[in-house]
């Protein structure tokens, strides 16, 4: 993107999570962060104009109304496009793939690339960079990544709130378990 392209933003109020920002270039969207989520914004350059008639704020928020009631809504249905590397990019359309209500670790998705690179691994490190760098949270399904170990680790709009949209889908398992230290709390 570059640096004169503007980039608009909404705020989509949620019951179960607060003020979550929609980000959108006029024609996608490029971004959808909880409040103070890590890398918030990271992708855009400069300052969002607010502006809550941008597209596709609209699809957007009847797409997220439809989620929070128990629908499971498909990402496809939305003009995404978040802004990374070629790298992220693969990875983020890994995360399209899971499943509403089911789980994958960082290593399968390592697996899948590594696969489709004619390789015989990848780094699960790597790709959980990847994951927790997803600008378009919930609708880019990163809170469905849980660490080989059942850890619930590295989510970047927190722990508690990964834990809360893997009940919500009926995902949360009894093997699953908040790590007590380690660099992706």
């Given at each position: 993107m570059k640096s004169n392209d503007a980039i608009y933003s909404t705020i989509y109020?949620?019951?179960?999570?607060?003020?979550?920002?929609?980000?959108?270039?006029?024609?996608?969207?490029?971004?959808?962060?909880?409040?103070?989520?890590?890398?918030?914004?990271?992708?855009?350059?400069g300052e969002m104009i607010p502006n809550d008639d941008a597209a596709p704020f609209a699809q957007t928020r009847e797409w997220l109304d439809r989620y929070f009631a128990g629908q499971r809504p498909d990402p496809a249905e939305l003009p995404l496009?978040?802004?990374?590397?070629?790298?992220?990019?693969?990875?983020?359309?890994k995360l399209l793939e899971i499943p509403y209500g089911l789980t994958c670790t960082y290593g399968d998705i390592a697996t899948a690339l590594a696969r489709e690179d004619g390789k015989e691994k990848m780094s699960a490190q790597a790709v959980g960079g990847a994951v927790g760098h997803n600008p378009i949270s919930i609708i880019i399904p990163c809170h469905r990544v849980v660490g080989s170990n059942g850890s619930l680790t590295g989510y970047?709009?927190?722990?508690?709130?990964?834990?809360?949209?893997?009940?919500?889908?009926?995902?949360?398992?009894?093997?699953?378990?908040?790590?007590?230290?380690?660099?992706?709390?």
């Open positions: 109020e949620s019951e179960a999570f607060g003020p979550i920002t929609l980000a959108s270039d006029g024609r996608n969207l490029v971004g959808l962060w909880l409040e103070g989520q890590k890398y918030y914004a990271a992708t855009v350059v496009a978040p802004l990374g590397s070629a790298f992220r990019q693969r990875v983020w359309e970047a709009g927190g722990i508690d709130k990964k834990v809360r949209l893997l009940e919500h889908e009926g995902a949360l398992s009894e093997d699953f378990f908040i790590p007590t230290k380690g660099t992706a709390l």
